[in-house]
Every structure is written in C-alpha cells, then in structure tokens.
C-alpha cells in the first residue's frame, strides 16, 4: 500500500483521484478547504504551512505520491495564490516526507488554459517566488483595465506548467528520484465547469476556445487515471512533461508547434 496526499480531494478530480486510489487499496490523505481529511486554505501562506504539516502527521512521515489538484477558475488575484503557490509550496513542504518513500512520485493538474492569452508579467512574478508581489502584479494589471482578471487562471496554469519543467530535473526532484509532472485537462465535467456548460452562451464560449475532437467533454476519471500512473512505481522516467489529455484540443490549437 501506499500513502498518497491528494489536494482538493473534496470535488470534482481531486475527489475521484482518491476515490480511485482507494479502490486500487492505496492509503490516500485528503486536504482540502472543507469536507477532506484536512481542512485547509491554500491561498495563504498559513493555511499551506498547516495542511503539510498535518499531513506529514497522518502520513506517519512517509509519503510516497502527491498529486496537486485544488484550483480556483475565478479572474481574481486569489487564483494565482491557489493555482500556483498553493501547489508548490505544499509540494516543496512534503519533500521531507516524499525523500521518506523508496518509490516518491509527484503530480499536478495544469490545464489546456495554459496555452491561452496570459501576462508574460505575471506568469515571471510567480515563477519569481514571491506572492505578495505576484498579487501586486495582478491588482495593477487589473487597475489598469477590469478585463485583465480573465489573464490571471492562464497564467496561474501557464506558470505552474513552467515551475513544474524547471524544477523536475534539480536536486529537489529529479535529483532525489522523484518523477514531478503536469496533466493539463480540456473540458471536465467538474462542479468548477458545471456551470458553465448548462447555460448556452457559456457552453458556445468553452468550446470556442476548448475543441475537444476526440469524445468532447470528458469525465474526472480520463485525467484522475493518468494523475494515478504519473504516481505510480512505473514512472520511472517521466520529469517535467505537462501532458495534454484534453480531446485533441492542443493538437488542434498549437497544429504543428512543436
Ligand atoms: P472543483 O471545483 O470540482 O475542485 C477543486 C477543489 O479545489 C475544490 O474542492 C475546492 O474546494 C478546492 N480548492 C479551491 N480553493 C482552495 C483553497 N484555497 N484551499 C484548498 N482547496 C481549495 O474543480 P476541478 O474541475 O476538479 O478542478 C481540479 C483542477 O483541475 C483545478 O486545478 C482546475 O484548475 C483544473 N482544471 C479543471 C478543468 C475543468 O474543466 N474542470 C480544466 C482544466 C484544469
């Protein structure tokens, strides 16, 4: 059995990761703002401090996966607080515990969105470490004009794609045998898009900008099962990819840049 930390485990992929894991017999601890195994908010600094270390409690100080699900689609500045520092500094606190395991992998959910219209400014503030002048960034670019909020989820994505690519090959990660990757969804049926695709103009606006040619809109499970296989003993290889299960949406938007 292994002991996975799953973030967001309260909805949508998150909650279907665990649900996964545990019928494979996995031990999986949830963190999540309310209705998981710890309650936690990781849009503060705070709130991240408390939910690794209780983790690392429950875990019993080994941890063999994390997988980073819990994000926040809104065009605020609190996006890039849960999107991006949400996500690395709970993996960066539970190395302790992942350098624990004999087989320590990680996982984050990125998104198509991370190859949509974003601020290269603050895509570069976060990758710089520092919140409060990322938030700084955010609230000046939308001083300047209201529309700039819709910048901050494809950033938030674009830089937490970059971060991943960056750190899966130092001493941090690769270094110490530890596989760190990306999966990067289309359209999920999730209560985050539910929404959304129930009302018409919502639904014309998704899939202008997500084509999904391959079985359209899909289910938590096509990116909870790969999440799964990133973790798992047989990836041994893998470092710093974002994958694109997303329907062919990337094919079709990116064609031949590669
Ligand atoms: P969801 O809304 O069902 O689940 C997200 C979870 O994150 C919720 O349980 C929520 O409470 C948690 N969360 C939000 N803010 C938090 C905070 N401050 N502290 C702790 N937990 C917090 O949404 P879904 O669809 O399962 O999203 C999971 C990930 O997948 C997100 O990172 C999202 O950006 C990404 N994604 C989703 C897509 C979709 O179409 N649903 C497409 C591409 C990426």
Redesign the pocket.
Known sequence: TRTYVV??A?????ATTVRLLQERGERTIG???RGADID????TAE?RTAAVAQAIEASGGVIDGVIA?????APKPITMS??YF?VTEVLEGLLPALRASDAPRAAV?S???SLQPNSARLVEAALSGDEAATLAVAEDLIAQDPRAGRAAYPSS?RAISRWVRRESITENWAGAGIPLNAV?????I????QELLNNPEGLALVDAHVPMPLNYHQP?ESIATLLIWLTSVENTHMAGQTIYVDGGADATLRGDDI
């Open positions: 973030t967001g309260a909805s949508g992929i998150g963190i999540d703002l936690a908010d990781l849009s709130g699900c819990a994000g926040i689609s849960v999107n949400g959910v998104s198509m969105a994505k990067a969804p289309g359209t999920v999730t209560p985050m898009t938590a």
